[in-house]
């Protein structure tokens, strides 16, 4: 049973535009959230990580909001650009040393 | 160049032939860890170990072992591979556990099928 749900499995949107992906979980001890984004044929990186202990985190055009209450978290993207195309993965750990992800969605920025 | 690397990158072999994944990084990691990525299920974890010597099971540990006699090397045994195990495998290193800020960094990936 997956804890961390990305429940859109893909998202389109003009290049300059904001791009929002949620992610929901379901185990209340995860206390450290990701995301991750993959490009095709290559290891997913590191982009952007919130503690509990904060609802926001911004690393410049990547924000990461926290709803504790809600089990919900949210990257924001704000210009879209052609080089964000791709998965964006959302994930979770408590502490038991696991990262629990979700499926992925598939972000694509039209010109 | 700070880097996992994995080899092969991909791999084709048949039901019961015993296969190894290698896994190296260069940046004296202690964390390291083996994922599997499936349609649908993104990315699932098998195994990870916190140090050299020092290995445990993930979510998905059942067919797979693991050794760390190393601190730069964690490869990936399947004894007797089976279909249900061709998938896209991730090694993953960090300095500490996940649970840190210290996010993981990951291979290139392998694509393994199991005919």
């Known amino acids: 049973d997956q804890q961390v749900k990305q429940n859109s499995p893909s998202l389109s949107v003009q290049e300059g535009r904001i791009s929002i992906l949620n992610c929901d979980y379901t185990?209340?001890?995860?206390?450290?959230f990701l995301w991750y984004k993959k490009y095709p044929a290559e290891g997913p990186t590191f982009l952007i990580s919130?503690?509990?202990?904060?609802d926001k985190n911004e690393d410049g055009r990547f924000t990461v909001f926290l709803n504790k209450s809600a089990k919900h978290l949210s990257l924001h993207i704000v210009p879209s650009q052609p080089g964000d195309s791709a998965v964006y993965f959302c994930?979770?750990?408590?502490?038991?040393?696991?990262?629990?992800f979700g499926a992925g969605t598939t972000v694509t920025v039209r010109a | 160049e700070a880097q996992v690397t994995q080899n092969p990158r991909y791999l084709i072999t048949v039901t019961g032939k015993k296969l190894t994944v290698t896994c190296s990084q260069n940046?004296?990691?202690?964390?390291m860890s083996w994922y599997r990525q499936d349609p649908g299920l993104g990315l699932r974890q098998i195994y990870y170990?916190?140090?050299?010597?020092?290995?445990d099971k993930g979510d998905v540990p059942e067919g797979y072992k693991v050794s760390r006699k190393e601190k730069r090397n964690f490869p990936l045994i399947l004894e007797s591979p089976s279909p249900n195990q061709t998938s896209l495998y991730f090694c993953?290193?960090?300095?500490?556990?996940?649970?840190?800020?210290?996010?993981?960094?990951f291979g290139p990936g392998t694509r393994l099928t199991v005919l």
């Open positions: 940046m004296n990691h202690e964390y």
């Open positions: 919130i503690s509990s202990i904060k």
């Open positions: 993953a290193s960090s300095l500490g556990p996940a649970l840190s800020y210290n996010e993981q960094f």
């Open positions: 994930a979770a750990s408590g502490n038991d040393y696991k990262l629990s």
């Open positions: 185990n209340s001890m995860f206390d450290y």
């Open positions: 170990s916190m140090n050299v010597e020092v290995t």
